[in-house]
Structure formats: structure tokens, C-alpha cells
């Protein structure tokens, strides 16, 4: 994910972010934010744009992810230290070595223990997250037109077998 300014001529950012899922989607911009010591600045969480179930989880580099987890005693997603450089240099170096890294970059989950675990062990949907049953959205109005043209081929059917026994 890239931030601009409203003219989209400067690039505050490039941040590196997973997939983020939400029940229920909101009408408006949501973004969580992680708890931080005292005076320091707040750490994004994710970020779901108006209406959009899906949204993106931030991913720091792991002192950072280390400290959040401690911190917030829940498991946050984590890449290389080295990289984070490359997520704050200006769009003029922002070059395609650095989004290639960013792209490949082996991303882990810090524990709040300080255990390093791959991301699939605490990132994902459990059973007990997902809904009882799907949201209706269909319409029975196929349903309905295919009954129609069933009713009137039988009706077409009976007057041609009528017509041949007189």
C-alpha cells in the first residue's frame, strides 16, 4: 500500500499489509489502531475502506512487531528489520528492487512471548468467526420464468397431442 498526498504528486509511504477481514462492513473509512508506550506515536492496526469487508493489517518490521505484541498481548505480523527502510524512501528512489523486496520479503508473526510463528498459525478465519448461514441475495424470479416456460412447453405439448387424434 502506497500514501500519497490529496494531489498524488508525493509519496509519504510504501507500507507492506496482509489481508484483513471484517463480518460487517462499515459505511465509512475504519482504521484500528495497536496501544503504544506513553508518548509514543500510534501504531495502524488496519485500515477497511467504505464498504469493503476486506481491508489491509499493517506489517512492521519484527523489533517493532515484537514490541506491539508484548504490548497489546496478541499476535502482530512481522518482516525482516532490514526492510524498513524501504517503506518510508521518497517516490524518486522507490525504485523496483526495493517493491520487489518488499513483495518477497518472508513475512512471520510475533507471539506475545516473543515466539516467531508463520503467519498461517494466528492469521485466520476460525469456524466461530464465520456467519451461521449466507446472506439471501438471490432473487426466485428464475425460478418463477423457468416454471413459466415449462407450464407453457406442457401446454404447447398437450394442444399438438390433441390436434392429432381428431
Given amino acids: 500500500m502506497q500514501v500519497f498526498n490529496k494531489r498524488e504528486n508525493h509519496l509519504y509511504g510504501t507500507f507492506l499489509t496482509i489481508p484483513d477481514y471484517r463480518l460487517r462492513p462499515r459505511g ?3 482504521i484500528t489502531f495497536e496501544e503504544r508506550a506513553a508518548g509514543s506515536p ?3 492496526r488496519a485500515w477497511f475502506y467504505p464498504g469493503d469487508n476486506y481491508g489491509h493489517e ?3 518490521p519484527k523489533v517493532k512487531a515484537v514490541e506491539l505484541a508484548k504490548l497489546n498481548s496478541q499476535p502482530v505480523a512481522s518482516m525482516p528489520t532490514e526492510l524498513a527502510p524501504s517503506t518510508t524512501l521518497p517516490a524518486t528512489t522507490m ?3 526495493h517493491v520487489v523486496a518488499l513483495k518477497q520479503a ?3 508473526a510475533q507471539q506475545p512471548t516473543a515466539e516467531e510463528v508463520e503467519l498461517s ?3 485466520q478465519v476460525s469456524p466461530s468467526d464465520l456467519p451461521d448461514s449466507l446472506p439471501k ?3 426466485s424470479l428464475p425460478l418463477v420464468a423457468l416454471i ?3 407450464a407453457f412447453g406442457c401446454a404447447r405439448l398437450l394442444r399438438y397431442a390433441g390436434a392429432n387424434r381428431i
Fill in 28 to 30: 465509512k473509512v475504519i
Fill in 148 to 150: 413459466g416456460l415449462v
Fill in 42 to 44: 500510534e501504531a495502524v
Fill in 137 to 139: 441475495t438471490a432473487s
Fill in 121 to 123: 498459525e494466528v492469521f
Fill in 58 to 60: 499493517f506489517v512492521y
Fill in 95 to 97: 525504485q523496483e528492487p
Fill in 106 to 108: 518472508p513475512l512471520k
